[in-house]
């Protein structure tokens, strides 16, 4: 693990794939990410997603008082369907669930519904994640870069709180006054959630389905600890939730416990619980 210490003040993590990770909790410093990940293309794609977000006047989620001392980070990862079912009748009332990538179309418990869905994708393949059935949604937290399209349809649904991503080097996009934070996103919702539990004070998390393992080999996966496959790009998406757990967890003053029940590799700095243990965590 190797941190470092930029000249403006910030802290930087390096995973194992060469990815800078922001220490988040680090307040009075500038909000910068020197990972260089966007290409012009992408310049283009988020510029008109946060001007037409811009016209629809969602809330700024900064501005609201959100607290949630439990929260469980859904995604959709091996074997959801069967799991969010069992997941839902466990869990206290007052754990907070918030949703990422198809988890949202793919929810199917009658019990409970999620408390957010969180999203940040700034292409057309969002709109994919939008469920077909017209039924009440939750409440939508997204990246002023999300594709604009897919908030449009959500708008008349659930009400959409939006926040500001942190920009890399090359790109400024928009300029937005008078907002407390902003999130270092890396365009992946789960980091984007980790750090959303940092503002709404959550002192326990759990991290459930958040991997894209499948359970037969195919032509370039590697093989897991728990004889599940993936594909080896996906160790870009593991280490960022993991660098992000670590600042979370490290924080001066306070303490977030941060487990992971998914089916992924192993995280270094969130530790693996059982399916039985879940309950007790979170009790």
């Known amino acids: 693990m190797r941190i470092k210490k930029h000249n403006n003040g910030n802290e930087f993590l390096l995973t194992k794939e060469n990815m800078w990770v922001r220490n988040f909790t680090k ?30 006047r ?14 469980v980070i859904i995604s959709d990862g091996y074997n959801f369907a069967e799991k969010h079912l069992k997941l839902v009748k466990m869990l206290p009332n007052d754990v907070a669930i918030i ?53 449009f349809n959500y708008k008349e649904k659930g009400n959409i709180y939006k926040y500001c991503p942190v920009n890399e080097d090359g790109y400024t996009g928009r300029i937005y006054e008078k907002i407390k934070y902003q999130i270092d996103d890396y365009r992946n919702p789960v980091c984007a959630a980790l750090q959303l539990c940092y503002h709404f004070g959550t002192e326990k998390v759990l991290l459930f ?16 600890h728990n004889g599940l496959w993936q594909y080896p790009q996906q160790d870009i998406a593991h280490g960022l939730i ?29 530790a693996y619980i059982n399916e039985d243990e879940i309950q007790s965590f979170f009790n």
């Not at 969602?58 to 929260?71: A, G, I, R, S």
């Not at 999620?114 to 039924?135: H, I, Q, S, V």
């Not at 993991?242 to 969130?270: I, Q, R």
Request: aromatic share 14%; proline share 5%; charged share 25%.
């Open 27 to 56: 307040n009075g410093v500038p909000y910068i990410d020197i990972n260089k990940t966007y290409n012009k293309n992408d310049y283009f794609v988020f510029l008109k997603n946060e001007i037409q977000n811009s016209l629809g």
């Open 58 to 71: 969602y809330t700024w989620v900064d501005t609201e008082n959100f607290y949630h001392d439990k929260v």
């Open 99 to 151: 949703g990422v990538n198809q988890s949202l179309k793919m929810w199917k418990a009658p019990e409970k519904n999620m408390t957010y869905y969180l999203t940040n994708n700034p292409y057309d393949e969002c709109m994919k994640f939008m469920p077909r059935k017209n039924r009440g949604l939750p409440k939508c937290i997204a990246s002023t870069r999300t594709n604009y399209e897919f908030l």
């Open 209 to 224: 389905c958040c991997d894209d393992s499948f359970d037969q080999e195919r032509p370039g996966a590697e093989k897991l």
């Open 242 to 270: 993991d660098a992000t757990a670590y600042w979370l967890k490290s924080m001066k003053y306070s303490e977030t416990d941060v487990k992971d029940h998914s089916s992924g590799p192993l995280y270094e700095n969130t």
